[in-house]
């Protein structure tokens, strides 16, 4: 059972899909649902040997197409509409073990060009409004599958937050002419204290608004809407900065640092939306080695974050992990 | 910096119907050797 029910308080739509939970929850290596077919073997979600990118529906989609009817009747109050989206998912990599970090530099790269052609895909659909790629990272982010993978969630609506900030990006081109993220990109780049990395295309930064202790955004240098109008060199820049802040996460502490990691690029329903500009943010739980910044209810009761840190500090400490400057980077990376 | 290498897209179905892609990626050089 999968509908939209409108949230008449807050004015959003909640997607219930009642069927998400009987979904695979942290099966062993040896069944693991995204590892290739081996012969002889257990009958994996790949029919295949070997692979280097996969993308599949989700077995256990929150939207799908065609959607059901919604399986109770709305009111005027209550509206319920079908859940009418797609959602994928993208197994990274044919190896089980490992994350994300651990993928070399051309490997990332390709993971940048297979985004880049699901966006295209799945946002060119006219029944398709928004597209978000995203990634759940560890189990303390709860994630059920260990293999590295993604999500793509392709939305029949334009999901709130990301509405917010289509709102103020408009509102600050009307006030000012200019775009409020590349603002912010300057804003960053003359204070310096925030910026954690930066390359020729991308500048990575703890933003002075961070809300969680280690929030990373990659912004896009030049005003970019989506990836679609990413050149040869900004695709390999941003798998450049992405195996950078990945890697300073992850020498951090020395451990795998769970994260969610969400692309925000402008909406797919037709409208001119060339105020927006293109970022992803990673929200890692931790605000210590061992401590979890938990969404109480201040967050969750009041829509309030409450930031234990400050984002100079924070900046500092991923500045100074390894790869630990620009230079090194690109040494490291190109072997 | 890493360079573009051809990607391919084999689409299938799997048996309950659902959508399954295989990208593909193959180096320049690897795509000369093939043919030479």
């Known amino acids: 059972m999968s509908e939209l029910r409108w949230h008449p308080i807050l004015e959003e739509w ?44 989700n077995k256990f989609p929150s939207m799908k197409h065609p959607a059901p009817m919604p399986g109770i009747e709305g009111t005027n109050l209550y509206k319920v509409r079908p859940a009418d989206g797609i959602c994928e998912v993208v197994s990274y990599t044919s190896r089980h073990d490992g994350t994300l970090t651990d993928m070399d530099l051309p490997g990332m790269r390709n993971l940048v060009d297979v985004w880049t052609d699901r966006f295209k895909d799945l946002g060119g659909k006219d029944f398709i409004n928004y597209v978000l790629i995203f990634e759940n990272k560890g189990k303390d982010i709860g994630v059920t599958l260990y293999h590295p993978h993604g999500q793509i969630y392709a939305f029949p609506f334009i999901p709130p937050k990301v509405q917010k900030e289509l709102d103020s990006s408009e509102k600050h081109k009307g006030q000012t002419g200019r775009c409020l993220f590349c603002d912010i990109i300057a804003e960053e780049q003359t204070d310096g ?71 925000h690029q402008a909406p797919t329903d037709g409208r001119d939306h060339d105020y927006y500009h293109f970022h992803i943010e990673f929200h890692p739980p931790n605000r210590t080695e061992k401590k979890l910044k938990y969404i109480a209810g201040c967050e969750t009761g009041a829509g309030s974050y409450i930031n234990d840190t400050l984002a100079e500090e924070k900046a500092a400490e991923l500045r100074a992990a390894e790869p630990s400057t620009v230079e090194s980077t690109y040494l490291v990376l190109e072997g | 910096m890493a360079d573009a290498k051809k990607m391919t897209k084999q689409e299938i179905r799997l048996p309950d119907g659902r959508k399954l892609i295989y990208y593909t990626f193959t180096k320049q050089e690897d795509k000369k050797t093939c043919q030479s």
């Open chain 1, 14 to 57: 909640v997607i219930t899909a009642t069927h998400r939970q009987d979904r695979t929850f942290l099966p062993p290596d040896d069944f693991c649902p995204l590892c290739p077919t081996k012969p002889g073997a257990f009958p994996t979600e790949v029919p295949a040997e070997d692979y280097d990118i996969v993308v599949f529906d």
């Open chain 1, 193 to 263: 204290r925030r910026i954690v990395a930066e390359n020729d295309s991308f500048v990575a930064a703890v933003p002075f608004f961070a809300r969680y202790p280690y929030e990373v955004y990659i912004f896009s240098k030049k005003h970019h809407q989506t990836m679609l109008t990413f050149d040869d060199e900004e695709r390999a820049d941003l798998a450049n900065i992405l195996k950078v802040v990945l890697l300073k996460y992850d020498n951090l502490w020395g451990i795998s640092l769970p994260y969610m990691m969400i692309m």
